[in-house]
């Protein structure tokens, strides 16, 4: 494939209705995850899992890129094979969060702000060197109690358009993901204000600095009902109330929306996505970067188990088919049936 610039990639990456499959958790998540599955998270456990997410049949057709993590981008398969390679062997771009978390905000109780701009263009040259054809970093916004504060959503967004500038004049694409929390009992109109507020000021930072968005990709939160809340919206509510709040805020320019899965179950991130794409009206490819709802069924059918490896590999696959059908509002519960 031969992909010349920043728009080329961003819009490969979504071609087609493909998404992303994110499989760039941090050696303490991965660990997290594993533990779910009593798998030890030793770095060679990291390797055989993402080596036989990335060799799944499904994998091809349905997702145009990959996140990883700094561990994966340098580890080789078992047989020798560079992991990157074997993502591009599969028609997909190997990407890279870029990073390195979260620190508390002083004064802002509750809140935080992603860093990493230190040293970053450094770090961005290697990767690009690597093979890397675009970037993460993930800023995190908390609903609560008289949060989020302007001043957290304005650093966070802030950081986020610095980021995306760097990533560009190193050649790759940045993924701005800013992500509203669902953790908590606050309703979807809470979520729909401080996701409002965030592409605001995310679009207004993008903008002060130049950022091209033709090669960008946005990663936001779908608006729900906190995880917590005892009134669930609905599938239409949340797709309609998701699609205002992009419509308004997003630039028709930008070629594609990734959404994250936030914690929604496989079926339901599968059942949103597919909704907004019937109801259509935007210009920009609506598509997953799903890290969970992607992997949930197969890390659990993997459980470690080097017997188990075709059935986690199918699970997978089927997820990054279904939500393939969702991004081009195709899917049906019905097919979850097998
Ligand atoms: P989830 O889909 O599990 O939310 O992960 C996506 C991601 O990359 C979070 O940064």
Request: aromatic letters at 6%; one cysteine or more; proline letters at 3%.
């Amino acid at each position: 494939m031969s992909l010349n610039n920043i728009e080329e990639i961003a819009t490969y990456i979504v071609a087609e209705g493909k998404g992303i499959l994110a499989a760039d958790e941090s050696n303490p998540t991965c660990g997290k995850r594993f533990d779910s599955i009593g798998v030890e998270s030793t770095e060679e456990n990291r390797r055989d899992y993402r080596e036989m997410l990335f060799r799944s049949k499904g994998m091809k057709d349905n997702i145009g890129g990959v996140i990883l993590f700094d561990e994966t981008i340098r580890q080789s398969a078992a047989d020798g094979t560079l992991l990157r390679d074997i993502i591009s062997n599969q028609g997909a771009l190997p990407g890279i969060k870029v990073d390195k978390g979260l620190q508390p905000i002083e004064g802002c109780d509750g809140e935080t702000v992603t860093v990493g701009l230190e040293g970053l263009d450094e770090r961005l040259k290697e990767y690009a060197s690597m093979g890397a054809k675009f970037t993460k970093w993930r800023a995190v916004i908390n609903i609560g109690d008289g949060i989020p504060s302007d001043k957290s959503i304005d650093a966070n967004m802030k950081a986020l358009a610095d980021y995306a500038k760097c990533a560009q004049d190193n050649g790759m694409v940045p993924i701005v993901e800013p992500e509203v929390i669902m953790d908590g009992d606050h309703s979807i109109d809470e979520c729909y204000e401080a996701t409002d507020r965030s592409l605001n000021s995310l679009f207004s930072h993008l903008e002060q600095n130049g950022v091209n968005i033709k090669g960008t990709l946005l990663k936001p939160n779908m608006v729900t009902s906190g995880k917590d809340s005892s009134e669930q919206a609905g599938v239409n509510e949340v797709a309609k109330k998701t699609l205002d709040c992009l419509i308004k805020n997003v630039p028709a320019e930008l070629p594609g929306v990734t959404f994250l899965s936030g914690g929604q179950s496989d079926i339901l991130a599968t059942a949103h996505l597919d909704a907004m794409n019937k109801i259509g009206g935007f210009s920009w490819k609506l598509s997953f970067s799903y890290g969970r709802a992607l992997q949930a069924a197969a890390l659990k059918a993997w459980s470690g188990k080097a017997e188990n490896i075709f059935i986690s590999q199918d699970e997978l696959s089927h997820r990054a088919e279904m939500n393939k059908l969702a991004s081009l509002g195709k899917w049906d519960e019905e097919l979850e049936e097998r």
